[in-house]
């Protein structure tokens, strides 16, 4: 399979798993149907990354993955959830981006 791809389902796994988190953060009561989807959401990345390192670095596989989350996270925060950002959150979402181009081959 494609390591893009593979690391792109993986990051976005993780995107709805804190999708469903978050929503089940705002409920009442804590054991809900979004804890659940945001549980079984998160455990699906544990299957690309047995495949990812595989083939590819521990080191270049976090990069990647951490920085593509907090970009996804961010843009998730700043366009669904409409959340009030401040300019070192712009910052360092600048510097996420930076980081992914410093790893392109």
């Not at 988190?21 to 804590?30: E, R, V």
């Not at 993955?65 to 070192?88: H, N």
């Amino acid at each position: 399979m494609n390591q893009p791809f593979i690391i792109a389902a993986v990051i976005a796994a993780t995107i709805l798993g804190d999708y469903a988190l978050k929503l089940a953060s705002d409920k009442d009561n804590l054991l809900n149907s979004h804890l659940f989807a945001g549980l079984i959401l998160y455990s699906l990345p544990a299957f690309g990354w047995m495949y990812l390192m595989k083939t590819q670095s521990l080191a270049q596989i976090g990069v990647i993955y951490s920085t593509g989350t907090i970009l996804a996270l961010f843009l998730m925060s700043l366009f669904v959830f409409r959340e009030t950002l401040s300019a070192r959150d712009f910052l360092a979402g600048f510097l996420a981006l930076c980081a992914i181009l410093a790893y392109k081959e």
